[in-house]
């Protein structure tokens, strides 16, 4: 079977998990997006690659900070964006999803950006597109429950092959609540596939995944052996509903067991970098000396995630 | 009297109400619409007939669907679009919505899309503006109380000639809550000026305005005799409060006898087609069959939306 | 100390307060908004200064009016503006105000406006962008707390000069609730500054800060008395919070002593002109004869106040 992202010819017709995305098109879109860096420290911010085109950021789940960087990559692009928090329209009024959708393609969209509180809904979706002979109109995952959250994935990839140059003699470590982030999904495919030799996955044994060695990965429940000698930290936000329940004693006990500290960040190589998708809970998932010291990279993540948020629209929008 | 939507020469000032709108008013809209379909095919789907005009999408009521249709409109004609949710807004700190007007026409508005919950509101909106010597902006109904939805009449109007050439030789049947409706007054006013010889509405009394005849229509309370023979099917949505009050037993109840299923629908002209403004209620003013079988002409109403709005909104430009 | 808000060299990089901007900055920003007024008469309202730039209106306090006078100023100057509403994203996610902030800088930004309860959040951020090195970044306040609401303090300024040409023979009177007023200050500073000899501030003790002579003004708390003779009366918006409290018995009473009447007006200056910041209370502090008649300047503030915003993010601009 060929995979619904890609067209017969290879090219990237939507943007739905890293998972099964050959390493040519991961490569591929970390390329195009090199260029598009420049473009933010010019005196005018845009190209105009998607000139007239009409994206839609479709937010099932509210999310200020994704819809805009969603947003400027997109005005960034010159495309006309329209901005849809459908939690509190439509669907409501008792209109299904694939109404909604149907009737944005019929306004001429070009683009849905999504997000969605429900797995799958964004393949659902590109599903329904290629269904209805709708395929020249492209879909971006913007984060579908706890499966995948792509353009996170690659704007990691992004900013740790900008900083190490080569994935295969690296070891990294994805740290923290692996059981519901959709981030660590996209990032452990894309680090697998990219060649990393030593994916690493530190935790709780309440927030692991219970099959989680199936994802090629080695598990670590005490943190300081996990953190020994990698190359690459990459934290995970902590809900904090996780507190509410049944899996966490307090934010403080999680905070001495799996909290980045420098005293731990110390058993890492010295080199090493530390990532966070944000918004970072301090003094929970990752102590403010280390969200702020010399090893962090979490800005530049957000800076390169606007880049590769305009790598993957102009590949789609140049592949549809 | 002028009517207070045309200058003294006759070009569109405001579009408020499509009651009392010459037949050359309409079909003028109609024809200007044709070619803006085609912009929607693009590659850059931009024309800048409304270039470095501010149009203010002022809504009183929430309603994503309908300001994304002016939202998109506007922006393909190049306009800068400001959307105010005024619901959350000055309104709830004392200030008076002819104040609330009076401020956006003082920063410099060329245009306002207004919908709001009372009857009558864009017409007090225009008469404010002539009143206060700025004829130069002008006003757009985008749905009032029980009053007008007149561009939602407008695209129904686009759809059929889309389809059936001609309206003098139509019967066409307006089907449902037309009681609450300001889309079936829009579209009763239309359809009577553009000639079409029977308009019939059909609906159970609660449902239907007591002086429903009055507007020149056939009703029928039976909508398989209300069917027969049509050529237009216009269904209304009905509106989930309705089931609470003492109007409807039940959404079954009412699709047993109103909801347009293949059966009933049997009884159309074979080459019928189905129309409905959406969000649809299937299952309840709709069965799943009819809307996405091969008479239902839904989403091709929302693509003409587009054009319609665009057509309205560059005429209201180009008149003042 | 050099004024935060000014480069070595003098020139504006950030708006903050008008408090010890100096008199040749003010009329600098003054002077720049005059040809603005122009832009919004032209047929294309725009020019290209920000062409390309990220403008970020981030409302930690919800304000559609202001922020709507923002994102025109911003559009019509030709840059990408992003509107966030903070209050009900990421800081809600337990993320500090610097760390939303950072991001936002990550993501591009080369100006910020900014409202927020918290008196002198805007200048933390000011401070905060010179020590992380990102001092081609601007803030403009756009009201913070109690303390300051700069670019209605310079629309005000720019408003009494056009109708009065010299700022050095006024008699200017400040009415209603200084004590809880950031427009109030803003007010006082840029008329000291610009030389206006004799400004007086006209209320209840309790509305009045304990200090307010300390802020160079003549107090009265008999409105009759303060009004004798003055050009130019600026109205204060009532709070309607403030009615609840144990500072006023109530509007009725509020309105008998300290609402603007025509009878109260004419003791001022014949040519005398009326400002308010609005949104109004009408028949709280300034009655309906007032604020639609002849004295009022209310909706010609409005007009300006889009010109000098351009000013300034114009200034802010090329200054960076």
Known sequence: MLNPQLSADGRLK????????PKSVLTQILDTAAPFTEVAEREVKKVPLLRGKSVFNVFFENSTRTRTTFEIAAK???????????????????????????????MGADMFVMRHASSGAPYLLAQHLRNTGREHISVVNAGDGRHAHPTQGLLDMYTIRHYKKDFTNLTVAVVGD???????????????????????????????????????????????????????????????????????????????????????????????????????NRGVEIDSAVADGANAVILPQVTFGIAVRMAVMSMLAAGN
Do not use: W
């Open 178 to 280: 692996v059981l519901h982030s959709r981030v660590a999904r996209s990032e452990i495919a894309a680090l697998t596939t990219l060649g990393v030799p030593e994916v690493r996955v530190i935790g709780p044994k309440t927030l692991l995944p219970t099959d989680v060695e199936r994802m090629g990965v080695r598990v670590f429940h005490n943190m300081e052996e996990g953190l020994r000698g990698v190359d690459v930290v990459m934290m995970l936000r902590l809900q904090n509903e996780r507190m509410q329940g049944a899996l966490l004693p307090s934010s403080q006990e999680y905070f001495k067991f799996y909290g980045l500290t420098e005293e731990k960040l110390a058993l890492a190589a010295k080199d090493a970098i530390v990532l966070h998708p944000g918004p970072m």
């Open 14 to 21: 939507h943007l739905i998990t890293l998972d099964g995305l």
């Open 76 to 106: 960034r692009l010159s495309a006309d964006v329209i901005n849809l928090n459908v939690s509190t329209s439509s669907t409501s009024k008792g209109e299904t999803l694939l109404d909604t959708v149907d009737n944005l393609c019929a």
